[in-house]
């Protein structure tokens, strides 16, 4: 009887929130579909009457519903339909500039939301900030124009601070003026199945994870201008927890996977599994803490990397952190595939990644910690790498003498970067400032002789190296160097 009570119990509630969650038409509101008419107020008006009348679905069919900065609130998703598409103004006071979450579609502390279908977001991006600049120009508005691009005010396509209970499904989102999406302190957030198209402007970043708890990204594609899938933590005080990347595609003009940069919290309990990185310019993976931030317990599985500037760099450094010690412990990172190029792999794209860090030939992976900061407890399990070799000694050189090795610089306080110390003496892996490091099934093959070896490690205590493989044209040369280093121990089976 007490069970058949409480399944009446459940269905009665279940009835209660599927009557009281309904699907509005975005035309009962007055929004228009012209793509000329700004609807900003209308749809406003829809989101916050569905919010207030137990929630719902707004939902868009075929059309161009222009708008400026509109508001998410409780219970309350946007569905976009197959042949809608969200347009932004170009008009940069359409949009809630003065706001540190400035975008096409805010929210904060709201719950239960989110945006679907198989519809477009098109934020405009180029147009609106052309359009901020001509103000800035103008002298309506107060930027100090980095490089003549605006520090700030540029609308993201999506912004959500501190919401819990988030979907982002099926969607496409484009053309964004800054970060395309950004999720601030979010907790329970689902995206899955979404493409990014966004090289429309400079700071594309495809999609951004900060200090957000029980995240999982899945089966979603991004093509950007910057970063394609970061994770940051902007608060000392907070921290990126619980997330999964799974089955993705990505191309940027910067890097494929990112932790950071700004790391000022940090990262605990990470997964990304089975995704794929191609014509990108920086590295595939790079995990840093420049900001006195954590990073621990990161697991990377079944990593494909084509056509990418460089596959895989650890850093910790001392930039912003305030006194604070950054850490990088217990990262596993396996089932590795990657190719690096000896040409520029984002040639041609309109917004390129910068000619920089030279002179210097192909930066092979890193791990690099600082003095008495060691990067610990990493496993490089299953791991294929393929360089180009052919490194040029009379174009950039650094050789495996103490000399050499001691002018390589700590470049605490620099932006982390694969390529920031210029040359490297290695052609395969760099490895300084580290502790218990595990390479075990690891395949470094060069397609031309390389005048340096494949691994020099520096300052690094307890190392194994298991069942190595070193591929190089006519190679006999010693391809594991070992540099005020202990507890060494190689070729084991």
Request: aromatic letters at 10%.
């Amino acid at each position: 009887m007490k069970k058949l009570k409480s399944f009446t119990l459940l269905l009665i509630l279940f009835c209660f929130l599927n009557l009281s969650a309904k699907d509005y038409k975005a035309s009962m509101f007055g929004i228009k579909s012209n793509g000329t008419t700004l609807n900003t107020s209308a749809i406003q008006k829809a989101i916050d009457y569905i919010s207030e009348n137990g929630g719902g679905q707004l939902i868009f069919y075929v059309g161009r519903y222009l708008t400026g900065t509109i508001q998410l609130k409780s219970n309350v998703t946007i569905r976009l339909e197959e042949g809608a598409v969200l347009v932004g103004s170009t008009g940069i006071y359409d949009y809630n500039i003065n706001s540190p979450y400035c975008a096409l579609i805010s929210a904060e502390k709201q719950e239960n939301i989110g945006i679907t279908g198989k519809g477009v977001i098109d934020g405009q991006g180029r147009e609106v900030a052309n359009n901020l600049i001509d103000q800035v120009h103008n002298g309506i508005i107060m930027d100090e124009l980095k490089n003549d691009r605006p520090a700030t005010r540029r609308p993201s396509c999506i912004y959500l601070r501190e919401c819990k209970n988030v979907e982002i499904v099926g969607v496409v989102i484009k053309n964004a003026a800054f970060w395309v999406q950004t999720y601030d302190q979010c907790q329970n957030l689902k995206i899955d199945g979404i493409t990014v198209d966004s090289k429309a402007f400079w700071n594309n970043d495809g999609l951004d994870i900060v200090d957000c708890k029980d995240v999982k990204v899945t089966s979603s594609f991004f093509d950007c201008a910057d970063d394609a899938i970061c994770f940051k933590s902007h608060d000392a005080t907070k921290i990126c927890e619980n997330i999964e990347v799974r089955n993705c595609v990505a191309r940027s003009s910067a890097s494929g996977i990112k932790f950071g940069t700004v790391t000022s919290g940090g990262y605990k309990n990470f997964k990304i599994i089975n995704n794929k990185i191609y014509d990108t310019y920086r590295s595939a993976l790079t995990i840093a803490t420049p900001d006195g931030g954590v990073i621990e317990n990161i697991f990377v599985d079944s990593l494909y990397s084509y056509n990418t500037g460089n596959a895989i760099y650890l850093r910790i450094g001392a930039r912003w952190n305030n006194g604070r010690t950054g850490s990088m412990n217990n990262i596993t990172i396996q089932n590795v595939y990657a190719e690096v190029p000896k040409t520029k792999p984002d040639a041609g794209y309109e917004y390129e990644g910068p000619i920089e860090d030279l002179p210097r030939n192909i930066s092979p992976a890193s791990i690099v910690g600082l003095a008495g900061q060691d990067i610990t407890n990493v496993t490089l399990r299953n791991i294929q790498i393929v360089y180009p070799g052919g490194s040029n000694p009379n174009y950039a050189y650094r050789g495996i003498k103490p000399a050499d090795l001691d002018s390589i610089p700590e470049m605490a306080s620099a932006y982390p970067e694969f390529s920031q110390f210029k040359e490297l003496p290695a052609w395969g892996f760099y490895v300084r400032h580290a502790k218990n490091i595990i390479f075990e099934n690891v395949t470094l093959t060069v397609k031309a002789k390389d005048y340096r070896p494949a691994i020099v490690l520096n300052d690094v205590k307890d190392a194994t190296f298991y069942n190595m493989k070193y591929n190089e044209p006519g190679g006999v040369k010693k391809q594991l160097y070992i540099y005020k280093s202990t507890g060494i121990v190689q070729n084991k089976k």
